[in-house]
């Protein structure tokens, strides 16, 4: 059973920071490239950062220079650092894998960030 569990998210104030964290199991964690998606109340989900399976990562261009996304393969973990938080950051964030090799993708159940003061 594939299983992706996000955690980390929170109450912040505008400028400051959270770390996401979205651990995966029943996958082959090296074969899938991880993904972050954000959607607030009434707006489209949006993709926010992606990390490849080989370390390569794109950001959605209202995050770069504030968010970073990594992994750890040995923890079968993706991670998102979030820095210089704004109001508009506010929405549910979920991880998403999907394979490098086959069309098989999953999500996780999602996380709730709230940027205010």
Known sequence: QVRLVESGGGL????????????????????????????????????????????????????KGRFTISRDTAKNTVYLQMNSLKPEDTAVYSCTARSDYNENGYWGQGTQVTVSS
């Open 12 to 63: 912040v104030q505008p400028g400051g920071s959270l770390r996401l964290s979205c651990a995966a199991s029943g996958i082959i964690f090296s074969f899938y490239s991880m993904g972050w998606y954000r959607q607030a109340p009434g707006m489209q989900r949006e993709l926010v950062a992606a990390v490849t399976s080989g370390g390569r990562t794109n950001y959605a261009d209202s995050v």
